[in-house]
Structures are given as C-alpha cells and as structure tokens.
C-alpha cells in the first residue's frame, strides 16, 4: 500500500535539498535558480520505528524490513501558477497525485540564496502557494459543476452526489478557505477523495531553518508555528542543510553529530512521523525466522483489509488472525511467551488493528 507525500514550496527554499537527504540520494538537483526540479524526483524512504528492531532480536529475525512512504520532489511554484505561469500546470498535475503535502517554508537568511519575491516571509510564502492552489480548484469545480448540468436534469444520482460536494468546496473556495475545511460525511469520503481537489489534502508545514536554529526553530518558524495551530494544521523544525550532512554519514557518526549539534534525533525522523500522523497511518508487525517486518495500514483498518496489504488472497479468504500487542510480545519476550502466558488473542473479520499489533493471519486458498 503505497503513500505518497508530495515536497512543495516556492524556489530556492531547500525543497530538492530536503529531498536529497530524504533519500540519501543526489537525484534532485540541488541549484540556486528557479525550476531546477522540473521532473518530479521520487523516493522511497524508511519510516523510522525502534520498535522494529526490538521485536526482531527478539524473534530472531535475520531480516529487517521497515515500513516505508515515497516523497516526491515537485517544481517549484511562482505566482500565477494556477494559469499556467512557470511550470503551473505540471507542478498542479503533481500534485493531484499525492496523498499530502510537505510545504517546505523558507526560515532562514542568507544574501547568497536569492528569494523569487526578494523577502523573506514564510507565511506570506505559504498564502501564495495556497491562493494558487484554490485558484486552480476554484476554475476546476466551476468547469466540472458545468459538465454535470445535463446529468443532473436527467437524475442521476452519482451527479446529483458530486454537484453537491463540489457546491461545498466552491462555498469554501469562494470565501478564500481551503477545501480541507469542509466537514464531510461518512458516506460521502469516498467520493469526496475522487473530486481530486488540491486544497482538500492534508498540509505538513515544514519550517527550513539555518543550522544554529536547528534545536529550537527561530522567529521565522514561530510564525510558521502560530499559522499552522490557527489552520488546525502541524509544523516541523528542520535544517535541510544539516539533514544533507547528515545523510552522508555513517549511523555512529550521526549520533555523534547530533549530539554535538544538541539534537536529540534527526529533523527527518520527526518529519517522516509527522508525515505518517498525518495520513492518520498506523504500523502492524509480522514476525518470524525469516524477517521482522512493518506493515502500513490506515488507522480504522480491520483485520481482514490487514492482512490484503500483504496479499490479496490474504483478504480473501480471511479465517482469523492470531494478534499479540508490542508490549506483551516484549514482556513474555516473544510468541511462545506470550502463547504461554494467555497474551496471544484469537480475532476475527470485525477486529479492527491496533498500532503496534505482531499479527499472524490464517486464511483458506
């Protein structure tokens, strides 16, 4: 099951140098100039998770295989994107292909690193990338509302379905509020999720500071901070500079790096789990011999879906799934113990997983 989370911002504000350390590659071009990323750069990364290693040496793993997100780095946007100025129209069709966004602001000074508006105001830059963005869904939902008219008249009811929600996206779109603001119901998720619009995706303000603000941000991120609680939305504090060096070291070099720079864990670590809390993701384990591995599923998600992210015949012909929390597979110290000890649950097609769950799942052919 793959989750995407799509880098964006203005140029020149650490985007492709974020992604680099991101995917301990050099594929993003990293340059001080306007659309240097011009094909969106995508990477895969491994989502941060010490439980993982706990229950492999515990079950006497001789693989580990983390669960991961895939970022992509996407062009730089200007104003009047949403017309198609810059690289508009590619930078919009990228982003309709994500699940959310990682909207890098810029919080640092610097005179060697030019700034598309010559300022430097983060939060100013964040309300220009989301005027574009509701202008592009703002001409999008006029245009779909139009092409439902016929439709409409003949009745149909997956029309008179979409004419609604997007009648409540435009009310929004019109008083200047993202399309995420709306409150939708239950049995209209689905269909919401496919109108594809580009403010209704969950936003991850990332503040790039300089490296002495690393530990604690700085007035710029604070403002950033400020901005992201009022939205009901999240931020991170990240050095994108000091991620890149880091990336290139060895993992004890790093710690020790880190320590020197009073930091008490990668701003990528922080960035990712934000980015998994976001998507509201959760992890399940399966344990064995062979391999340790995580598992990403949606927070809700039930036993039976669980199991069809492995395989889909998994799903299929779901009989039950042998279930032991993280904590009582660590206390009995593994699933013998914890077999001997009552811990180990039997559940069935109803179960809905728990983060952290070791799972073992029984199913027909």
Same mark, same amino acid.
């Given at each position: 099951?793959?989750?995407?989370?799509?880098?964006?911002?203005?140029?020149?504000?650490?985007?492709?140098?974020?992604?680099?350390?991101?995917?301990?590659?050099?594929?993003?071009?990293?340059?001080?100039?306007?659309?240097?990323?011009?094909?969106?750069?995508?990477?895969?990364?491994?989502?941060?998770?010490?439980?993982?290693?706990?229950?492999?040496?515990?079950?006497?793993?001789?693989?580990?295989?983390?669960?991961?997100?895939?970022?992509?780095?996407?062009?730089?946007?200007?104003?009047?994107?949403?017309?198609?100025?810059?690289?508009?129209?590619?930078?919009?069709?990228?982003?309709?292909?994500?699940?959310?966004?990682?909207?890098?602001?810029?919080?640092?000074?610097?005179?060697?690193?030019?700034?598309?508006?010559?300022?430097?105001?983060?939060?100013?830059?964040?309300?220009?990338?989301?005027?574009?963005?509701?202008?592009?869904?703002?001409?999008?939902?006029?245009?779909?509302?139009?092409?439902?008219?016929?439709?409409?008249?003949?009745?149909?009811?997956?029309?008179?379905?979409?004419?609604?929600?997007?009648?409540?996206?435009?009310?929004?779109?019109?008083?200047?509020?993202?399309?995420?603001?709306?409150?939708?119901?239950?049995?209209? !998720? =689905? @269909? $919401?999720?496919?109108? #594809?619009?580009? %403010? *209704?995706?969950?936003?991850?303000? /990332?503040?790039?500071? &300089?490296?002495?603000?690393?530990?604690?941000?700085?007035?710029?991120?604070?403002?950033?901070?400020?901005?992201?609680?009022?939205?009901?939305?999240?931020?991170?504090?990240?050095?994108?500079?000091?991620?890149?060096?880091?990336?290139?070291?060895?993992?004890?070099?790093?710690?020790?790096?880190?320590?020197?720079?009073?930091?008490?864990?990668?701003?990528?670590?922080?960035?990712?789990?934000?980015?998994?809390?976001?998507?509201?993701?959760?992890?399940?384990?399966?344990?064995?011999?062979?391999? !340790? =591995? @995580? $598992?990403?599923?949606? #927070?809700?998600? %039930? *036993?039976?879906?669980?199991?069809? /992210?492995?395989?889909? &015949?998994?799903?299929?012909?779901?009989?039950?799934?042998?279930?032991?929390?993280?904590?009582?597979?660590?206390?009995?110290?593994?699933?013998?113990?914890?077999?001997?000890?009552?811990?180990?649950?039997?559940?069935?097609?109803?179960?809905?997983?728990?983060?952290?769950?070791?799972?073992?799942?029984?199913?027909?052919?």
């Amino acid at each position: 099951m793959g989750f995407r989370m799509g880098i964006v911002g203005l140029p020149n504000v650490g985007k492709s140098t974020l992604f680099n350390a991101l995917t301990r590659t050099a594929a993003a071009q990293a340059a001080n100039f306007p659309f240097c990323t011009i094909e969106p750069n995508v990477g895969e990364v491994a989502v941060p998770d010490a439980r993982l290693e706990r229950l492999a040496e515990i079950g006497g793993s001789r693989r580990v295989i983390p669960t991961r997100m895939t970022f992509v780095d996407i062009a730089g946007l200007v104003k009047g994107a949403s017309r198609g100025e810059g690289l508009g129209n590619k930078f919009l069709a990228n982003i309709r292909e994500v699940d959310a966004i990682a909207h890098v602001l810029r919080c640092f000074e610097d005179p060697d690193v030019t700034h598309v508006e010559d300022r430097i105001d983060p939060v100013a830059d964040a309300e220009a990338v989301e005027t574009e963005l509701m202008l592009a869904d703002l001409e999008s939902v006029e245009k779909r509302r139009a092409g439902l008219v016929r439709k409409l008249k003949g009745g149909d009811k997956e029309a008179v379905q979409a004419d609604r929600l997007l009648g409540i996206a435009q009310t929004l779109l019109e008083a200047g509020r993202p399309a995420r603001q709306a409150e939708i119901a239950d049995e209209d !998720a =689905r @269909a $919401w999720k496919t109108l #594809q619009l580009l %403010t *209704a995706k969950p936003v991850l303000y /990332v503040c790039n500071v &300089d490296e002495a603000s690393a530990a604690r941000g700085n007035d710029l991120s604070r403002k950033v901070a400020e901005m992201a609680e009022a939205q009901g939305a999240a931020s991170v504090v990240i050095s994108a500079r000091i991620e890149e060096e880091i990336s290139q070291l060895a993992p004890d070099e790093a710690a020790e790096f880190l320590h020197e720079m009073g930091l008490e864990e990668a701003g990528l670590d922080r960035l990712i789990r934000a980015g998994y809390e976001l998507l509201h993701l959760q992890t399940y384990f399966t344990v064995g011999p062979k391999e !340790a =591995r @995580a $598992w990403t599923i949606p #927070q809700g998600t %039930t *036993a039976p879906r669980a199991a069809g /992210v492995i395989h889909g &015949d998994f799903e299929k012909g779901f009989i039950r799934a042998e279930t032991i929390a993280y904590d009582d597979f660590i206390a009995c110290g593994g699933e013998q113990g914890a077999k001997d000890a009552g811990r180990m649950r039997a559940e069935g097609k109803g179960y809905v997983v728990k983060d952290g769950d070791v799972m073992h799942f029984l199913f027909s052919n």
